[in-house]
């Protein structure tokens, strides 16, 4: 079984209404790629693998389909029943996920692959799947060609530490032709419109490694941030900021 690493489990333990208050939510364009892509539509069964407080279970719940979202920390699971009480929400993991074989239509994970992404969760994966189904991979990527995003990120790097992180590209390595096709990508823009303190503040302390910090430690983050955010020509004095991100999304084949 998949262990939760310590980052995910302190930090979206501790912060998981941050979380869900910080954390953006995703393009509208994202929908027809659900339907035409990963066959995501009214009268299908999919799994939201690693829903976290439901941010993607909501985009999900818009296609009609018969969702279940299964989630290992269970202060995420706890803020995605005070959301969405009517969806069924399992404990499990992607080593371990409580359904039976080719049960499921399809699987998405958005915001979550590159914490699990192992041959034995792809195993997993495609056993609850049904023949030729579909694997959907979603990330909210903050484009850092824009100076204060780049800026932002210089702050939050130091702590990263050894977390999975989706721009090393380490969640490819398990896709070696065995159990799904190789990841095919589609690109949508996004932008996260609200206060600084949501969108910044709200958005970097709901990261894990920097949730998982002490007291001390994140109230230095904030400062850094705030004066980032007091500083900047494009962030000082705004009611509302735009945070600029390119949405990820691929599809994979489940191989019989």
């Known amino acids: 079984m998949t262990e939760i690493h310590i980052a995910a489990r302190q930090g979206f333990s501790t912060e998981a209404l941050t979380y869900m208050r910080g954390r953006?939510?995703?393009?509208?364009?994202i929908l027809p790629w659900?339907?035409?892509?990963?066959?995501?539509?009214?009268?299908?069964?999919?799994v939201d693998l690693g829903?976290?407080?439901?941010?993607?279970?909501?985009?999900?719940?818009?296609?009609?389909?018969?969702?279940?979202?299964?989630?290992?920390v269970a202060a995420m699971r706890m803020q995605l029943a005070k959301g969405l009480s009517w969806v069924r929400t399992v404990a499990g993991n992607a080593s371990a996920i409580p359904l039976k074989p080719a049960s499921v239509?399809?699987?998405?994970?958005?915001?979550?692959f590159h914490w699990f992404a192992t041959h034995s969760a792809l195993r997993e994966i495609h056993r609850i799947l049904k023949p030729g189904a579909k694997l959907g991979l979603v990330w909210n990527v903050r484009d850092e060609s824009v100076d204060w995003v780049e800026a932002m990120s210089r702050i939050i790097t130091p702590y990263e530490g050894d977390v999975p992180r989706f721009y090393r590209g380490d969640w490819r390595k398990p896709f070696s032709g065995e159990y799904f096709t190789a990841p095919e990508q589609t690109v949508f823009a996004y932008q996260h419109v609200g206060t600084a303190e949501e969108v910044i503040l709200d958005r970097v302390l709901s990261i894990s490694f920097i949730a998982a910090l002490t007291t001390h430690e994140k109230s230095k983050v904030a400062d850094q941030l705030r004066a980032l955010i007091a500083s900047h020509p494009t962030l000082r004095g705004r009611d509302t900021i735009a945070f600029p991100y390119r949405t990820e999304a691929y599809r994979c084949t489940s191989l019989d």
């Open 24 to 29: 953006p939510d995703y393009p509208a364009d």
């Open 34 to 46: 659900l339907a035409d892509d990963l066959g995501v539509a009214s009268g299908k069964l999919v």
């Open 51 to 72: 829903a976290g407080t439901g941010k993607f279970t909501r985009m999900l719940l818009q296609t009609g389909a018969d969702i279940i979202a299964v989630e290992p």
């Open 105 to 112: 239509d399809a699987v998405i994970c958005a915001q979550s």
